[in-house]
């Protein structure tokens, strides 16, 4: 039961975003700026509802959790392994480290020296795994968007593969 809850508010946390964005670019939202003689300047926001952003709404918190229970190959993670500089350059230093050395010393046409390329690691600290998560991020964010906007289509799909089964 907490399980179920937790779930429900971390989708409408999610969604959240995904609506707001939704209120920008349909003015629900309407920021405004303007500077006085003095160059003081100000910001006024003002939210104009109409009836597609009840709609939105009820999108939201109703039909969003619901679609994201019944089709989570929506929302499923891609493990995506984005090949950064640093981990080629462990992989060639690796590479290189197999093929010349002997006896635990790295030789290069016969001088012997401790290698100056030593890692401390098997592998670098790079910005690989961070990309594949805000992908993952991204893609959950514009999979929100979609299914708010298009909540009724997804409703009918589920339907219709309930019957079909």
């Known amino acids: ?12 946390i999610w969604g959240f975003f995904a609506l707001i964005t939704i209120f920008y670019f349909n003015e629900t939202i309407q920021v405004t700026s303007s500077t006085t ?3 003081q300047s100000s910001m ?10 009840y709609y939105f709404i009820f999108s939201l918190l109703i039909l969003l959790p619901y679609v994201v229970h019944q089709i989570p190959i929506l929302y499923k993670k891609h493990v995506s392994k984005i090949d950064t500089y640093k981990d080629r350059a462990m992989k060639l230093h690796n590479q290189d480290l197999n093929q010349n050395h002997t006896n635990r010393v790295w030789s290069v046409s016969g001088s012997h020296m401790n290698n100056p390329y030593n890692y401390s690691f098997s592998s670098t600290q790079s910005y690989g795994d961070l990309s594949g998560s805000l ?9 929100n968007i979609i299914v708010i906007i298009f909540a009724p289509i997804f409703i009918v799909f589920i339907i219709v593969r309930k019957f079909v089964k």
């Open 1 to 12: 039961m907490f399980k179920t809850i937790f779930n429900y508010i971390v989708t409408i």
């Open 37 to 39: 003689a003095m160059g």
């Open 44 to 53: 006024s926001f003002k939210m104009v509802y109409n009836y597609w952003d």
């Open 135 to 143: 992908l993952n991020l991204l893609q959950k964010y514009l999979v």
